[in-house]
Nanobody, 116 residues
Framework: QVHLVESGGGLVQPGGSLRLSCAASGIIFRINVMGWYRQAPGKQRELVAIITPGGHTNYDDSVKGRFTISRDNAKNTVSLQMNSLKPEDTAVYYC??????????WGQGTQVTVSS
């Protein structure tokens, strides 16, 4: 079965940094588009960043220049380096895996709180 497990969330001050990781199993990792999404209370889940099997990346405008998504196909992991964090980045962050042939899979989420 497919399992996506996020880690690395926590409490950080504005301007600080966190690095999130997602470990995947049950998929052919190298052919999956991997993504990070986030959801704040009372709001819709939104795309933060994606990375294709070939390493192409796309970011939401709100995180461009601050966040970096990367993948390690040998370890079946995808990471999100978050710098210059703002209070509006506070959300539960979810890992996602997707191919053109399935509906995608989600991790359980990890809480990121940016507050002084």
């Amino acid at each position: 079965q497919v399992h996506l497990v996020e880690s690395g969330g926590g409490l950080v001050q504005p301007g600080g940094s966190l690095r999130l990781s997602c470990a995947a199993s049950g998929i052919i990792f190298r052919i999956n588009v991997m993504g990070w999404y986030r959801q704040a209370p009372g709001k819709q889940r939104e795309l933060v960043a994606i990375i294709t099997p070939g390493g192409h990346t796309n970011y939401d405008d709100s995180v461009k220049g601050r966040f970096t998504i990367s993948r390690d196909n040998a370890k079946n992991t995808v990471s999100l380096q978050m710098n210059s964090l703002k209070p509006e980045d506070t959300a539960v962050y979810y890992c996602n895996s997707k191919t053109p042939y399935d509906l995608g899979y989600w991790g359980q989420g990890t809480q990121v709180t940016v507050s002084s």
